[in-house]
């Protein structure tokens, strides 16, 4: 299991603080207790303010992986379950990342659909990411830097992040903020998506169509280093206009006046 943390400048003791990490060891802990990995993620917040005060940073990226481990005195040297004296490890590194102000207006990607082989369990931020690799492959092969998963029509999520998109009112002649519910497909709960959807209720979560995804009006990457990024080009078209959109813009600033209120 793993977690990226998204960590900024603070008036604090530490001078510093991580983005959502109640909601992030939360979701490792789901994690770590469905891979059946004994390992307590409470500790994480302390354990990431240290790296970076150990790497001098304040604005940054912080990376912690936890495995099962190494077997212990006696235990079998290769074996699916464990042995009683396994003990997890654990790996973290920390590299430097824009500062908040400096995200005056969204980010551009340009990304390509892709069809989803990847395993049913999405909602675990498991290490085994060779479809996410394969999909950076493609991504750069059609000189795009980013893919969107498709599975069975539906839209799934990007590389790294959840996915959001501006689409015409079922009923009216005005858009709507969709993103693709948990329940649709196999994707990750971010929790740069967990803070937008409290932040900004009028998204709906449901069931999104490859269809509506490639008449949207805005197509958005929502995450933790992600921040609100507009994909402004999709399978070589532009999207709406080509340039980020309102919509985009608002939720970027829902965004960071939700991080300085410290979610």
Not at 18 to 24: A, K, T, V
Request: hydrophobic fraction near 40%; charged fraction near 25%; include cysteine.
């Amino acid at each position: 299991m793993y977690e990226g943390l998204r960590a900024i400048a603070w008036h604090s003791a530490d001078g510093r603080r991580i983005i959502g990490i109640d909601r992030h060891i939360a979701r490792l802990r789901r994690g770590l207790e469905t891979a059946r990995i004994a390992w307590d993620p409470s500790g994480l917040d302390r354990m990431s303010l240290d790296l970076l005060a150990a790497n001098k940073l304040t604005d940054a990226f912080v990376y912690w992986q936890v495995t099962r481990g190494t077997p212990g005195p006696g235990d079998p040297v290769r074996s699916r379950v464990p042995g009683p004296g396994t003990r997890p490890t654990v790996f973290g590194y920390c590299s430097p990342q824009p500062a908040l102000g400096t995200f005056s207006e969204p980010p551009r990607k340009s990304a390509i659909t892709i069809e989803d082989r990847r395993w049913l369990m999405g909602h675990l931020k498991s290490i085994s990411l060779m479809g996410n690799v394969l999909g950076a492959l493609e991504a750069d092969r059609n000189k795009s830097e980013d893919a969107i998963f498709v599975r069975d029509g539906l839209v799934a999520e990007g590389l790294a992040t959840n996915v959001v998109l501006s689409v015409p009112e079922r009923k009216g002649t005005g858009t709507t903020l969709v993103t693709p519910s948990l329940e649709s497909v196999p994707i990750l709960a971010g929790v740069t998506r967990d803070i937008l959807l409290a932040a900004a209720p009028h998204i709906e979560a449901r069931a999104v169509t490859a269809d509506e995804l490639h008449a949207a009006e805005e197509v958005m990457l929502i995450g933790t280093t992600t921040m609100v990024t507009s994909v402004v080009r999709l399978d070589g078209r532009p999207v709406g206009s080509g340039e980020p959109g309102p919509h985009a813009k608002r939720l970027l600033a829902t965004l960071l006046e939700e991080i300085r209120k410290d979610v």
